[in-house]
Nanobody, 121 residues
C-alpha cells in the first residue's frame, strides 16, 4: 500500500505564487522519480516537472523559469514552487512517483488524488 498526500493548492491571482507538497508513505523500498502532472478541463493530463533520486530535473516548456521542483528524500516529499502563475496554469495537479515496493524489484507508477490550482486574471 502506498499513500500520497498532496497539499498547497488553492486560488490565486495571476502573477501570484503557490507551493504544492506531496508526502509519500507506505511500503516503499525506493522512490526513483517524483513529480507533478496536471490536467485542465477537457485536456489531457500533462507532465509539469519531475525530479529523480539523483540527477537532472525536467520541466514542461510552459513552466520553465517559473516553477521549481525539489524533493526531501528522508521525508519522501516532493515540492513544486509555482511563481508568476498564469490563468493557463489552472488545472488539477497530481503528484506522481515511480517506486519499488518493499521486497520487490519491480517499478510501479502511482498518482495522488490531485489538488486544484485556480489562477484568475
Amino acid at each position: 500500500q502506498v499513500q500520497l498526500v498532496e497539499s498547497g493548492g488553492g486560488a490565486v491571482q495571476a502573477g501570484g505564487s503557490l507551493r504544492l507538497s506531496c508526502a509519500a508513505s507506505g511500503r516503499l523500498s525506493r522512490i526513483n522519480v517524483m513529480g507533478w502532472y496536471r490536467q485542465a478541463p477537457e485536456k489531457q493530463r500533462e507532465l509539469v516537472a519531475t525530479i529523480p533520486s539523483s540527477g537532472t530535473t525536467a520541466y514542461a516548456d510552459s513552466v520553465k523559469g517559473r516553477f521549481t521542483i525539489s524533493r526531501d528524500n528522508p521525508k519522501n516529499t516532493v515540492y513544486l514552487q509555482m511563481n508568476s502563475l498564469k490563468p493557463e496554469d489552472t488545472a488539477v495537479y497530481y503528484c506522481y512517483i515511480n517506486y519499488i515496493p518493499v521486497r520487490s524489484t519491480t517499478r510501479y507508477d502511482y498518482w495522488g488524488q490531485g489538488t486544484q490550482v485556480t489562477v484568475s486574471s
